[in-house]
C-alpha cells in the first residue's frame, strides 16, 4: 500500500469495550453535572412539585370517596333509629339534629369530591404533563450546548493538528459529543409527546368542563 495514502486511527483505549465502558462513565459524570446545573434543577422541581400536586388530590379524593360512604352509613343508622322512635310515638327521644349534620358533611364531602375529580385532578394532571416537557426541553438544550461546546474544544485542537498537517477530518458524530447530541435529540422527542398529551389532556378536560357546565344550567 502507497505510504501516503495510509490512514492513521488513534486510539485512547485498547479495545472497544474499554472504550465503551470508558464513554459510559464520562458520559454519566456529564449527565450528573448537567442534571445538577440551575436550569435543570429548576425545571425538575417545578416537575416535582406537579407530582405532588397530583398525588395529594388523588389521595384527598380516595379519603373523601371513604369518608362519604361511612357518612352514608350513619345516616342509615340514625334514619332508622328516628323511624323506630316515631314509630313507637316517643317524640321526647326524637333529635334530628345529628342527621341534619350529617347530610350537611355528606353534601359538603360530595362537593369537595366532585371539584377534585371535575376541575382540580384533571387540571393538575395537565400541569405535571407540562412541566415533564418543559424539564426534557431545558435538559435537552443543555445536553446540546454542552456537546456543541465540546466539539468546540475538540475543533480547536484539531485546528492545531491541520496546522501540523495540513488537513484532518473529524466526524463528531461518532465521538460521545455525537452520542450526546443524540440523547439531546431524544429528550426533544419525548418533550413534544409530553406536550401533545397535555394538549389532548386538556382538550377533553375543557369538553367535559362544558358540558358539566350545560348539565348545571339546565338544573
Do not use: C
Amino acid at each position: 500500500m502507497d505510504s501516503l495514502a495510509q490512514t492513521v486511527e488513534v486510539r485512547a483505549f485498547s479495545s472497544d469495550g474499554e472504550m465503551n465502558s470508558a464513554m459510559q462513565k464520562k458520559l454519566e459524570a456529564i449527565y450528573v453535572d448537567i442534571l445538577a446545573s440551575p436550569p435543570v434543577a429548576e425545571a425538575y422541581a417545578g416537575y416535582e412539585a406537579a407530582q405532588q400536586r397530583v398525588a395529594h388530590l388523588k389521595k384527598a379524593q380516595a379519603s373523601l370517596t371513604r369518608r362519604a360512604r361511612q357518612i352514608f352509613d350513619e345516616m342509615k343508622e340514625v334514619s332508622s333509629e328516628i323511624d323506630k322512635i316515631l314509630i313507637e310515638q316517643d317524640s321526647s327521644q326524637l333529635d334530628l339534629r345529628k342527621l341534619a349534620d350529617l347530610e350537611n358533611e355528606h353534601k359538603a364531602v360530595t362537593r369537595a369530591n366532585s371539584k377534585i375529580l371535575e376541575h382540580l385532578l384533571p387540571q393538575a394532571e395537565i400541569a405535571e404533563l407540562k412541566r415533564a416537557a418543559d424539564h426534557l426541553t431545558v435538559k435537552a438544550y443543555t445536553v446540546r450546548e454542552a456537546a456543541n461546546e465540546r466539539i468546540q474544544k475538540t475543533a480547536r485542537m484539531m485546528a492545531e493538528a491541520a496546522e501540523h498537517e495540513g488537513g484532518i477530518v473529524f466526524d463528531s458524530l461518532t465521538t460521545l459529543s455525537g452520542e450526546m447530541l443524540r440523547q439531546a435529540s431524544e429528550f426533544e422527542r419525548q418533550a413534544g409527546n409530553y406536550r401533545n398529551w397535555a394538549r389532548e389532556r386538556e382538550e377533553q378536560y375543557l369538553k367535559l368542563a362544558r358540558e358539566l357546565e350545560s348539565i348545571g344550567s339546565v338544573r
